[in-house]
């Protein structure tokens, strides 16, 4: 039973404590003997603002904006072997708890501890506000298209959504059509992927709805900063994410009719890249952590099994994907799911988080029509805008693309985690020529945009802040009472100066996400 894998994993938290005051007791003897140690030059003397590039942290006219004054004096009035010795104890305290990503690019071994800033990106409560408006808005209008697509169809009646877009979509499934969901609401847990422009406003670069990832990295992070910066977070007024766990369960168990509802995580197992955000999320909210072994249907029943017998299952957050989801109905070689899960599923015995077949909204060649989604169902104006999004599959634009290749970024339609992607002002013209010969195969499955100069925050790097390119990942949780989202989010890094790429499979890392009142 895997929930004796969470007991062991349980085991590396004593541990954390004595690090944790092992080096808090060498920060406190260093700060006493150290304090205005750094300058302000010395702090600042490798920042270097990217052109034409909107900095979280300077103005532009290269003041320091206010709701980065707490924080860059604390930096400026602490010593460098103390900043050194926090960013130390960050790494220790992830690698204790065994926070951990995999890059499938890195000859050194796929296998790393997840890169941590110590400098917060902070976001007003003006900000904050747009954002939060306009994800709800968001992923109401995407609600609403999935139920549609799966039912009446009314949006491809209307001709705004072209039919062979979603019949072609290798997300949609035609197994969840008339499937009725409880309150109707298909995608309880979203990531909605965010970049702020050289213009100062922020876009949707992608809308993650079937089994989003990150939100224990944005957790960790908090905690993280709370043993960094335990007086700072209260006088900037950080307004607390540590809620989402409960806020999680209690959309969890609105799904159930029982009152006491068993609700278990149903993972792929440890040598999946999200494993250790799996345990986590089941540790938090006290719910049983599962693979496909440990549950078994009958009579259109799902049940756990357990010492005691078998327990029925009430509610599955599953971070299985489809294909792998029930091997009686997609792939019949999966080891992953249950046999038999999708007829107790369309049954309303059971009732799995996110819907399947959440996927036809959030594929890239859908994202386009999102846009137009929020006008047809909701009468409104989209509050977040999209990027300006080329479908290769026409041929106008496909050729545009090609003509203006140095300033496109092209991304298949089904990939994800930064792969499968060319950056045209990176690659070379060997690079291009073969990618642009495996794309004119089935144009349709890649979409382009145009590169964008994502913002920089300050990271400290080697003693000194140097600003990298950073976007946010905001969590949503859908349910019968509305849609709730966490105020903060993941920040994704991209460690690597001047690159553009901050997926973590890519090499690059996060930093906490502070929204202030």
Not at 284 to 309: A, C, P, R, W
Request: with cysteine; hydrophobic share 35%.
């Amino acid at each position: 039973m895997i929930i004796f894998k969470i007991k062991q994993i349980l085991v590396i938290y004593y541990h954390q404590y004595a690090i944790f005051y092992k080096y808090y007791l060498t920060i406190v003897i260093f700060d006493t003997y150290n304090k205005n140690f750094m300058s302000k030059d010395h702090l600042f003397s490798s920042y270097d603002q990217l052109s034409s590039t909107w900095d979280e942290m300077y103005s532009s006219n290269s003041e320091i904006r206010e709701q980065y004054d707490m924080i860059i004096d604390y930096l400026k009035n602490t010593s460098k072997k103390t900043l050194s010795k926090k960013e130390e104890l960050s790494k220790q305290l992830f690698m204790s708890q065994g926070v951990t990503f995999t890059v499938y690019s890195d000859n050194e071994g796929i296998e790393k501890i997840f890169p941590f800033d110590i400098v917060p990106r902070i976001i007003t409560a003006a900000e904050w506000d747009k954002i939060e408006r306009g994800i709800k808005q968001r992923i109401k209008a995407l609600n609403l298209f999935i139920k549609d697509i799966y039912n009446e169809q009314f949006i491809i009646k209307d001709g705004i959504v072209p039919a062979d877009l979603i019949y072609s979509c290798p997300n949609y499934l035609r197994e969840m059509k008339g499937v009725k969901v409880p309150h109707d609401v298909y995608v309880h847990i979203a990531g909605v992927d965010l970049i702020r422009n050289n213009d100062g406003e922020f876009y949707v670069l992608e809308d993650n709805l079937r089994t989003p990832s990150g939100v224990s990295y944005m957790l960790e992070n908090r905690e993280i900063s709370k043993r960094l910066y335990p007086g700072i977070l209260p006088r900037n007024n950080v307004r607390s994410v540590s809620n989402y766990p409960n806020l999680l369960y209690k959309k969890l168990q609105e799904l159930s009719y029982n009152s006491n509802p068993n609700i278990v995580l149903l993972t792929p197992g440890i040598y999946n890249s999200a494993y250790y955000e799996h345990t986590t999320l089941a540790r938090l909210m006290g719910i049983e952590l599962v693979e496909g072994s440990d549950l078994v249907v009958k009579n259109h029943f799902v049940y756990m099994k357990t010492t005691n017998g078998l327990k029925q299952v009430d509610v599955i957050y599953r971070r299985v994907d489809d294909d792998f989801l029930d091997p009686l109905e997609f792939n019949a070689k999966s080891v992953l799911g249950v046999a038999g899960i999708m007829a107790a599923y369309r049954k309303g015995n059971v009732n799995i988080i996110n819907a399947p077949g959440t996927g036809v909204a959030d594929d890239k060649a859908t994202y386009v029509y999102v846009p137009d989604m929020i006008k047809y169902y909701l009468g409104e104006e989209p509050i977040l805008k999209n990027i300006k999004t080329y479908q290769l599959g026409r041929p106008d634009e496909l050729q545009y693309v090609v003509d203006n290749i140095r300033t496109m970024v092209i991304k298949k339609t089904d990939g994800s985690g930064g792969y499968g992607m060319l950056m045209g002002h990176e690659a070379t013209d060997e690079e291009i020529k073969d990618y642009l010969d495996n794309l004119r195969k089935k144009p349709e499955n890649f979409i382009a945009q145009p590169i964008l100069k994502l913002s920089t925050a300050p990271c400290y790097i080697n003693g000194q802040l140097s600003p990298r390119c950073i976007d946010l990942r905001p969590f949503a949780l859908s349910g019968k009472d509305g849609i709730d989202i966490c105020p903060g989010g993941l920040t994704r890094v991209a460690l690597k100066k001047g690159s553009l790429v901050v997926n973590s499979s890519q090499g690059g890392g996060s930093k906490d996400t502070w929204v202030i009142q």
